[in-house]
């Protein structure tokens, strides 16, 4: 049985920075430098995903590491379908869960265990299901296959209350979906720019800049 998260942990954290990295669990050296850079810039929360070989094994010997290295480290899982991963990995030590789609059986499983929920959505129906099934923030996935900017701007006239993050985002789409409305970003991959994964200093410099085009 896990001990219990502090329900505003993710709220809190995306509140304050702006920014919640995604990264891959697989290599150690890349966690450990993402992790770094996030006490380095005071970006407080950092994502694993579940994606790919050995990912899960991986994410869970992650977050038991960065428990010890990194107390500080406010660390969830994402790629998170379905309630049953939820609670696994839950269970396990995640402090949020990101999931690309909305799975309202997903928001139960996190409101029980007090942690926080950002589902994915794709339209302004679905931005609506989302927070009604206990959404903290919600993710707009895919946002690479549409202008996000204008999305963004057409779904807040209506809804100017909708706390929306559109994710894996570069540096340079980062101030105009701050200008659109954006409460936040997912940042990974994309926002390094050609720097090394396992780089810290390097890391650091990408997310102080990402953290200044969005206001943070």
């Given amino acids: ?124 129906t679905e931005i609506a299901l989302a927070e009604r099934s206990g959404a903290t923030f919600v993710k707009l996935f895919p946002a690479l296959a549409i202008d996000a900017p204008a999305f963004l701007r057409s779904v807040l006239a209506p809804s100017p209350n909708a706390k929306i993050v559109p994710t894996n985002v570069s540096l340079e789409e980062i101030p105009p979906l701050t200008a659109a409305g954006a409460v936040g970003f997912g940042v990974g991959a994309r926002l390094l720019g050609g720097a090394a994964a396992d780089d810290a200093a390097a890391i650091a410099e990408r997310l102080r800049a990402a953290r200044s085009a969005a206001g943070a």
């Fill in 1 to 124: 049985m896990s001990a219990p998260h502090a329900p505003n942990a993710l709220h809190d954290a995306l509140a304050s920075a702006r920014l919640l990295p995604a990264i891959p669990p697989q290599r150690e050296a890349e966690v450990r430098a993402w992790a770094d850079a996030c006490i380095a810039t005071n970006v407080p929360a950092l994502e694993l995903l579940l994606r790919g070989d050995g990912a899960e094994q991986a994410a869970l010997a992650a977050i038991r590491n960065l428990a010890l290295s990194h107390p500080a480290l406010i660390v969830g899982v994402g790629s998170i379908y379905d309630a049953v991963a939820a609670r696994r990995l839950i269970a396990a030590g995640a402090r949020f869960v990101v999931s690309p789609i909305t799975d309202p059986e997903t928001g139960v499983a996190c409101r029980e265990a007090g942690v926080g929920w950002l589902p994915g959505a794709f339209t302004p």
